[in-house]
């Protein structure tokens, strides 16, 4: 299952820079597919930081607690594990 970030986000961007994948993007009214004004996750890339670290980066450096598990795009491990290869040929 990916993340997302919720509207709780502050803008801060201590996550952006700790995904492996390059899955957290800045969200902005401009942007086509997110129309909030803070951070998102892509779904397709991300992958809970999962043969990378033992833990989610962007849950674990976020200061008010906005990265949580989305509940719309649950996946088995296996399924992460596949996209981690994806994700590494794009």
């Known amino acids: 299952m990916s993340l997302k970030i919720t509207?709780?986000?502050i803008n801060c961007?201590?996550?952006?820079?700790?995904c492996p994948?390059?899955?957290?993007?800045?969200g902005s009214k401009e942007c086509t597919d997110k129309k909030n004004d803070?951070?998102?996750i892509v779904p397709e890339k991300?992958?809970?930081?999962?043969?990378?670290?033992?833990?989610?980066?962007?849950?674990s450096v976020?200061?008010?607690?906005?990265c949580i598990l989305d509940e719309e795009n649950i996946e088995s491990e296996e399924d992460l594990f596949k996209k981690i290869n994806y994700v590494k040929n794009l």
């Open 7 to 9: 509207e709780k986000c």
């Open 13 to 18: 961007g201590a996550c952006e820079p700790e």
């Open 21 to 26: 994948n390059n899955a957290i993007y800045e």
């Open 38 to 40: 803070y951070y998102f």
């Open 46 to 59: 991300c992958t809970e930081c999962l043969g990378f670290y033992d833990e989610p980066q962007c849950a």
């Open 62 to 66: 976020c200061p008010v607690d906005c």
